[in-house]
Nanobody
Framework: VQLQASGGGLVRAGGSLRLSCAASESIFSFNVMGWYRQAPGKQRELVAAIPRDGSTNYADSVKGRFTISRDNAKNTVYLQMNSLKPEDTAVYYC?????????????WGQGTQVTVSS
C-alpha cells in the first residue's frame, strides 16, 4: 500500500491549504483514513479521521477550522485547512488503518510540510 501526500506549503496565518492523500488501492478497503501531524520536538498527534462510514472526528485544536473528506472513486482523502495558525505548523502525515480479524495494519504516507507564518 502506498499513500502519496501532497498539498503542503508556506502560508500566512489566516490562510488556507488543502492536503491530498492518494492511495494505491481502494480506500474503502481501510477501516479508517486519517491525518496526523508532528511538530518539531513534539509527538505525532491525530488531526482528523474519517472511518469507512464517512463519519468524522477531529482534534479539539482544529475543530471548526479543518475538514476531512474522502473521494472513494479517486481513492483520495483530503484535509481542508482554513484559518491556519502558526501552531498548525508541522509535518502532516496521511494514515490508513485496516483491521483483519484481530490484526491491525497501519500504513503511512511520506509526510508533507505545512508552515504557517505569523
Amino acid at each position: 500500500v502506498q499513500l502519496q501526500a501532497s498539498g503542503g506549503g508556506l502560508v500566512r496565518a489566516g490562510g488556507s491549504l488543502r492536503l491530498s492523500c492518494a492511495a494505491s488501492e481502494s480506500i474503502f478497503s481501510f477501516n479508517v483514513m486519517g491525518w496526523y501531524r508532528q511538530a518539531p520536538g513534539k509527538q505525532r498527534e491525530l488531526v482528523a479521521a474519517i472511518p469507512r462510514d464517512g463519519s468524522t472526528n477531529y482534534a479539539d485544536s482544529v475543530k471548526g477550522r479543518f475538514t476531512i473528506s474522502r473521494d472513494n472513486a479517486k481513492n483520495t482523502v483530503y484535509l481542508q485547512m482554513n484559518s491556519l495558525k502558526p501552531e498548525d505548523t508541522a509535518v502532516y502525515y496521511c494514515n490508513a488503518r485496516r483491521v483483519v480479524v484481530t490484526f491491525t495494519y497501519e500504513y503511512w504516507g511520506q509526510g508533507t510540510q505545512v508552515t504557517v507564518s505569523s
